[in-house]
């Protein structure tokens, strides 16, 4: 049995996108793990429930951040200067080759999962390095951590610097699984392995083939890149003639949705047909908007995805993007919406605060099931925010108060508590 | 006699736009509150002078916000769903029509003032509102932190909501006048007036005149704003048919530079002649990012503005922008900077670090003469950031501290000492 508790305080949720529901005053209840509603009155069968106070705190879903490199976080807000595969040459693969050493991991991934059960995340879509003992042992931190994720071995073993290089695809192969199989055997409540191609232009046919079975065999979930930078399509393009477009590459071998859960980054340069196979497909995008700054990548078309009724969620992407901060990535995905507006297409109405709050809850909680809503049925995960800190020189309302506590980053100071799949966490 | 004194550290600043010097475990010398150089050494003259032993910590010059709307910093974070014409008739006009009561205007401003003390800005051109006893109270706490600015009672006398147009040009330049005399009487060492035309749609060519007039009789500085949006652009053609471009209906009224320093925030829409005219006059441009994503104006050419050789430095322009953290305007200036490098000109290379920690620091604080540089002869202005906090599984070099610190925006949390013109203020 998971738990059962009373959640009181200012309730503010998205069932919808672009919908935002604020009860003030409000109680939601957790029952066996799962919210049972928002009530001002609380019903008289959940009367004898344990009773969490906060009220006059802002009470919202946890985050579901679909897309961070756990390993870049050592580096992250360094190196922001250089060009994309400069930043690569320089700053990421350096660091992810580090990741060979154990002692290295430990410490690394200890200060990483410590920051996740800070911030506002309750649910993680995590890149890791391509290494197998590496992995597990950020798997093993996230596990205690509370936060509920997945945690992919990354897969290279093409065009990468060597000591990122996995001998073939049957080698790139057997290291996958070993993550897998010895991950099942830890026992892990929170934690899960995700098929992991670090991207195309990284990873061979066979390999793509290989990972293919692998997650047909074990029913898992992809993560990876997409369509993020004019040139890495430019270069699946030559690297890939048989594929229709970059997506494609990876449909042919199974890694694309439909059977599993996928998720792909970026989605800043899908040509029409790659977004008509990411919605048929049911692909989660997971939009990454600092990033996209910070390596000069562009905008995404979210006002489109949105409205062809795509899965979409936000990713920190760390380290690309700078700060593992979900709420920066709601107010990025809004700033950015509005120069897409202002110089790509004046047709794409900037997002709103509450598509962007609902991107970072229940839209991409959907990657992980009922998650990022407290409407009847979903997993209860939860965080409070006490913003009592920031004066004011007269009462704003909640609503005021919600959108303040995201542009000011609140989850850097305010957090007081923090639920996860019904547990407190924090 | 100013303070005399030393301050160890790790010294760091940019006496040039792209140069950033880095001095580790070295020390500025502050003689009669002027810098006197960085030395590993302290030279034998300098032998006998207090030491503030800062070691292992970033030392930096105080930042300059170029632009900021104290009276807006209220609501701040929240109405930035609305596009400009909205957002300036539900969020700030309203909340500018409270300053009519003195009681609200000593409440907010005192929490405005508060904040800019722990901020990491040590200069500041700000605007208040119209009226002139809310303006004088803002002076007063401004006094208070410790900063150094130029305050700006409002000018407005056409187009704007009853409550905030000033019944004639004549009224209005009585109000002005009532503040500079006001204010000189209250023997400030810290705060000085301004000359602030709202912008042109809400200023009459009669109170521009008057302003002209009283700027060159009181040998007050000038700001305002410039060519933010098109449609403003626009409007201003309208309204000001014999002026050759925007900036020309202040230049017009001796408004413009030339005589008193002017700094003009937005600049992202000039005209050619009137980026010319940017130049020609010595107008500072007060570069804000932040808000110009907020209100979807665009980006402003900063490169240009560089190549150029215009004076230019950064503003938060809260409420526009939604934080008053200067650290956050310089990563914002460099990661808009790259998206309009993607979509706007591929010739305009991005900003780089080095560069906005210039117009932050040295960049705006020549408006204010020399300050935001430890080169010989600057008033001495620092920041002492602490960040140690932020754990790292590797030494990162005092450089990729640097660039961390401002991405992780640790003036928020890490900053344990602030001097401003050699006063310690925190």
Redo the contacts between chains.
């Keep these: 049995m998971k738990r059962s508790f009373i959640l009181r305080g200012h309730i503010c949720h998205t069932p919808e996108a672009g919908k935002l529901e604020i009860r003030e005053n409000a109680a939601v209840v957790c029952e066996d793990g799962k919210c049972r509603g928002i009530f001002e009155d609380i019903p008289e069968k959940y009367a004898g429930l344990e009773v969490t106070d906060c009220s006059g705190m802002l009470v919202i879903p946890g985050m579901a951040d679909l897309h961070i490199h756990a390993p870049q976080f ?8 250089y060009e994309l595969l400069d930043w690569l040459e320089h700053a990421a693969f350096p660091e992810e080759i ?1 990741y060979e050493d154990p002692d ?1 991991a430990g ?2 991934y200890g ?1 990483f999962a ?1 920051r996740m059960q800070q911030s506002a995340t309750t649910r993680a879509v995590v890149f890791g390095t391509i290494h197998p003992e590496a992995t597990l042992i950020l798997m093993d931190r996230m596990e205690e951590s509370g936060l509920i994720s997945y945690i992919g071995k990354v897969s290279m073993d093409r065009r990468s610097p060597p000591k990122l290089t996995e001998a073939d695809a049957r080698q790139a192969a057997e290291n996958v699984i070993r993550v897998i199989e010895e991950s099942a055997k830890r026992g892990y409540r929170r934690t899960r392995p995700i098929i992991t191609p670090r991207f195309v232009p990284s990873c061979s046919d066979e390999l793509m083939a290989e990972l293919g079975r692998i997650r047909e065999e074990y029913g898992l979930p992809v993560q990876s890149h997409l369509s993020e930078n004019p040139d890495e399509v430019e270069l699946v393009r030559q690297l890939e003639p048989e594929a229709a477009f970059y997506g494609d590459a990876y449909d042919r071998h199974g890694l694309f949705g439909r059977g599993g859960n996928t998720v792909m980054a970026h989605c800043v340069y899908s040509v029409p047909e790659e977004k008509e196979r990411i919605r048929e497909n049911g692909v989660w995008i997971a939009h990454c908007p ?1 990033s996209n ?7 995404a078309p979210v006002r489109r995805y949105l409205e062809m009724g795509c899965r979409i969620g936000l990713g920190t992407d760390v380290a690309g993007g ?2 593992e901060s979900m709420f920066r990535a709601v ?1 990025d995905a ?3 919406s ?2 897409y ?4 297409d004046r047709e794409a109405k ?1 997002l ?2 509450p598509e962007g709050l609902w991107m970072a809850t229940k839209g991409g909680g959907s990657f992980f099931g009922k998650a990022g809503s407290f409407e009847e049925g979903y997993e209860f995960d939860a965080v409070v925010l006490d913003d009592s800190g920031e ?4 009462p ?1 309302s909640v609503r ?1 108060r919600l ?7 609140l989850d ?2 305010g957090i007081v508590m923090k639920f996860a799949d019904s547990e407190r966490i924090l």
């Excluded at 004066?391 to 007269?394: D, F, I, K, M, T």
């Excluded at 959108?403 to 980053?409: G, I, L, M, S, V």
Aim: proline share 2%.
């Design positions: 050592a580096y992250r807000g360094t190196g922001m200067d580090r290295y410490k690394a200060i410590r600092s700054m910070n390596i000069a990548s562009g905008i700078t700060s107010t809004i700033q950015v509005k120069l507006w202002r110089y790509v900037p709103t605060f004066q004011s020189a007269r704003l005021e959108e303040r506590a995201f542009y000011q980053e850097r100071t």
